[in-house]
């Protein structure tokens, strides 16, 4: 049995077609200028060449559901009385990702430590998670914005993975990573990769020695007395508008917020993805706001992803360097950029450069 498998580009509509007849295909495709994950269909137009607009995060954490609904019964002897009846639906079906990116992939392992591995797992994530299956497409070259490598990934990276897959001329080259992997190459239509694995590996390489690092310094170590001053965020923050686009498009980002929803007697209770970058995130039912101001709430954005989820996880960063808030953002605003003040990196905004270029101060 071969170890790694290679499935020509004539074969793929078709392999795609036999994947679906056992589980929901999720594929990257073409609708407009945008790239997004929907059900395989014949119809479709695929799009491997560049990364999808939303990371696929919607597919295993929705942008909202419904966790159960609920159902008030009065008690006919005893008006007094009422029961409720909760109804939950977690029935949900074998999923494929296919073509998600290596820094997709590495934002469910962020989610995984905060919603599986746990005392008190969240079976809705859970149980979406444990039947999926993620095979991601390594990238050719970096987009606007990308800086996985300096966060500890890789265009090739095969954290999250179950299998990863290499674009070549007629075909692509498919490597698995997990036992869930190794069911993908025993599909119809996947040859032997064998004879394909030195060019995927030379692929890959040179894609990776595309990628610059934007911090000259150790992400371990930050400037306590930077990130706390109040003065730099009111500076680096200044032109964000607050649209929380930087959230919603972050492969890991998870903030939820839960309301229920109710007619008369039923209703339903809803998770929402919510955005720390909001102003009622954090607002209080007495009207009083921990974070009333934009650089106050960026703080908290970039504090939990570089600072306090390391903290927790024993220096794991919650930030894969997709790039996708530097790239989508209106203003422009550059976490990179930011971070790399941080690190002691570039020119700190608040010394700006010296008559002779070096950092002032």
Same mark, same amino acid.
């Given at each position: 049995? +071969?170890?790694?498998?290679?499935?020509?580009? &004539?074969k793929?509509? +078709?392999?795609?077609? =036999?994947?679906?007849k !056992?589980?929901?295909?999720?594929v990257?495709?073409?609708? %407009?200028?945008?790239?997004? @994950?929907r059900?395989?269909?014949?119809? /479709?137009?695929?799009? @491997?060449?560049?990364?999808? !607009?939303?990371?696929?995060? =919607?597919?295993?954490?929705?942008q909202?559901e419904?966790? @159960?609904?609920?159902?008030y019964?009065? !008690? +006919?002897?005893?008006?007094q009385k009422? +029961?409720?009846?909760?109804?939950?639906?977690?029935?949900?079906?074998?999923?494929?990702?296919?073509?998600?990116?290596?820094c997709?992939?590495k934002?469910?392992?962020?989610?995984?430590?905060?919603?599986?591995?746990?005392?008190?797992?969240?079976?809705?994530?859970?149980?979406?998670?444990?039947?999926?299956?993620?095979?991601? #497409?390594?990238?050719?070259?970096p987009?606007?914005?990308?800086?996985?490598?300096?966060?500890?990934?890789?265009?090739?990276?095969?954290?999250?993975?179950?299998?990863?897959?290499?674009?070549?001329e007629?075909?692509y080259?498919?490597e698995p990573?997990?036992?869930? %992997?190794?069911?993908? #190459?025993?599909?119809?239509?996947?040859?032997?990769?064998?004879?394909?694995?030195?060019?995927?590996?030379?692929? $890959?390489?040179a894609?990776?020695?595309?990628?610059?690092?934007?911090?000259?310094t150790?992400?371990?170590?930050?400037?306590p007395?930077?990130?706390?001053?109040?003065?730099?965020? &009111? $500076?680096?923050?200044?032109?964000?508008?607050?649209? %929380?686009?930087?959230?919603?498009?972050?492969p890991?980002?998870?903030?939820f917020?839960?309301t229920d929803? $109710?007619a008369?007697?039923?209703?339903?209770?809803?998770?929402?993805?919510?955005?720390?970058?909001?102003?009622?995130?954090?607002?209080?039912?007495?009207?009083?706001?921990?974070?009333?101001t934009?650089?106050?709430?960026?703080k908290?954005?970039?504090?939990?992803?570089?600072?306090?989820?390391?903290?927790?996880?024993?220096? *794991?960063?919650?930030c894969?360097?997709?790039? /996708?808030?530097?790239?989508?953002?209106?203003?422009? *605003?550059?976490?990179?950029?930011?971070?790399?003040y941080?690190? %002691?990196?570039?020119?700190?905004?608040?010394?700006g450069?010296?008559?002779?270029?070096?950092?002032?101060?």
């Amino acid at each position: 049995m +071969a170890q790694v498998g290679y499935l020509p580009k &004539e074969k793929e509509k +078709a392999f795609f077609e =036999t994947l679906s007849k !056992n589980a929901l295909v999720y594929v990257p495709c073409l609708e %407009g200028d945008t790239v997004i @994950f929907r059900p395989f269909s014949p119809e /479709r137009t695929l799009c @491997f060449e560049r990364s999808a !607009n939303i990371p696929p995060k =919607t597919i295993i954490f929705p942008q909202s559901e419904t966790l @159960f609904s609920f159902d008030y019964k009065k !008690n +006919a002897d005893d008006p007094q009385k009422t +029961a409720i009846k909760l109804e939950t639906n977690q029935e949900y079906p074998d999923v494929i990702i296919f073509g998600a990116r290596p820094c997709d992939a590495k934002g469910f392992k962020i989610f995984d430590r905060v919603f599986m591995d746990t005392d008190t797992p969240d079976t809705y994530y859970k149980d979406r998670r444990e039947k999926t299956v993620i095979v991601t #497409i390594s990238c050719e070259s970096p987009s606007a914005g990308c800086f996985c490598t300096a966060v500890g990934g890789g265009p090739a990276d095969k954290e999250g993975s179950d299998a990863i897959i290499t674009e070549l001329e007629k075909g692509y080259f498919i490597e698995p990573v997990t036992e869930k %992997g190794k069911a993908i #190459i025993k599909e119809p239509f996947i040859e032997d990769g064998s004879p394909y694995q030195k060019e995927a590996v030379e692929r $890959q390489k040179a894609a990776n020695d595309m990628l610059k690092n934007p911090f000259s310094t150790d992400l371990t170590k930050i400037s306590p007395s930077l990130f706390n001053s109040d003065e730099f965020w &009111e $500076q680096v923050v200044s032109k964000c508008i607050s649209c %929380g686009a930087c959230t919603y498009l972050c492969p890991t980002c998870y903030c939820f917020n839960i309301t229920d929803e $109710q007619a008369v007697n039923k209703g339903e209770r809803i998770r929402s993805w919510d955005a720390c970058m909001f102003f009622h995130y954090t607002l209080e039912a007495s009207g009083h706001n921990p974070r009333p101001t934009k650089f106050q709430r960026f703080k908290n954005r970039v504090g939990h992803k570089f600072v306090y989820y390391p903290e927790k996880y024993n220096g *794991v960063i919650a930030c894969c360097g997709c790039g /996708r808030c530097i790239r989508y953002c209106p203003v422009s *605003v550059d976490i990179s950029e930011i971070v790399g003040y941080l690190r %002691g990196s570039g020119i700190e905004p608040l010394k700006g450069p010296s008559k002779d270029g070096a950092n002032a101060g």
